[in-house]
Nanobody, 123 residues
Framework: QLQLVESGGGLVQPGGSLRLSCAASGFSLGFYVIAWFRQAIGKEREGISCIDSLGSTNYATSVKGRFTISRDNAKNTVYLHMNSLKPEDTAIYYC?????????????????WGQGTQVTVSS
């Protein structure tokens, strides 16, 4: 059974850092484009970053320069390193597997989703 499990969320002060993990089971995520999305209360789901099997990456403007996506195929895990966090980064963060090999960040292009992990940036 294909499964994605996010972890690493929590409460952090503005300017702080967190590392989110997306662990896969039932398949090898090394062959796929994996993305991180987030959804804040009252807002639409936003694609923020993706990484392909060769390590190429794409970032939304809102997180470029602050967030870094990486993957460890041996651990079957994708990470999202988040620095310089702002209150507006508060959201539930999800990882997802893309159906094809494009590098866009539209949620409709992604099939399997994790359950999400809450990130709260507040003093």
């Amino acid at each position: 059974q294909l499964q994605l499990v996010e972890s690493g969320g929590g409460l952090v002060q503005p300017g702080g850092s967190l590392r989110l993990s997306c662990a896969a089971s039932g398949f090898s995520l090394g062959f796929y484009v994996i993305a991180w999305f987030r959804q804040a209360i009252g807002k639409e789901r936003e694609g923020i970053s993706c990484i392909d099997s060769l390590g190429s990456t794409n970032y939304a403007t809102s997180v470029k320069g602050r967030f870094t996506i990486s993957r460890d195929n041996a651990k079957n895990t994708v990470y999202l390193h988040m620095n310089s966090l702002k209150p507006e980064d508060t959201a539930i963060y999800y990882c997802a597997v893309r159906r094809d090999y494009g590098m866009g960040l539209e949620s409709g292009d992604y099939s399997y989703w994790g359950q999400g992990t809450q990130v709260t940036v507040s003093s």
